[in-house]
């Protein structure tokens, strides 16, 4: 079984950062593409950013620039760095990743529950 927990989300201030973090844990043997989705109220969920185990990283046109994706591959985390955060940033942020376990033969997409950011003005 594997999990992805979240953490890092809060209420900031228009202009301010936050940083997110997502950790994969289980019986996990390796772990392909990870990112981040959000989904703001009465709207779809949305791309943010993934990046691959290589590091290769993929962005949203319209966030490029503010937001940095990362991971630690020995620690099975992915983080996303937001800065210069503006009030349509709030959102639920959903962490994704490409998950093969123990003994498996395919991955498999797997996500976290989210976390919430708000961004007041």
């Known amino acids: 079984q594997v999990q992805l927990v979240e953490s890092g989300g809060g209420l900031v201030q228009a202009g301010g950062s936050l940083r997110l973090s997502c950790a994969a844990s289980?019986?996990?043997?390796?772990?392909?593409?990870m990112g981040w989705y959000r989904q703001a109220p009465r709207k779809q969920r949305e791309l943010v950013a993934t990046?691959?185990?290589?590091?290769?990283?993929n962005y949203a046109t319209s966030l490029k620039g503010r937001f940095t994706i990362s991971r630690d591959n020995a620690k099975n985390t992915v983080y996303l760095q937001m800065n210069s955060l503006k009030p349509e940033d709030t959102a639920v942020y959903y962490c994704?990743?490409?998950?093969?376990?123990?003994?498996?033969?395919?991955?498999?997409?797997?996500w976290g529950q989210g976390t919430q950011v708000t961004v007041s003005s």
């Open positions: 990046i691959s185990s290589g590091g290769s990283t």
């Open positions: 289980g019986s996990i043997f390796s772990i392909n593409r």
């Open positions: 994704n990743a490409d998950i093969m376990v123990v003994g498996g033969t395919n991955y498999f997409s797997s």
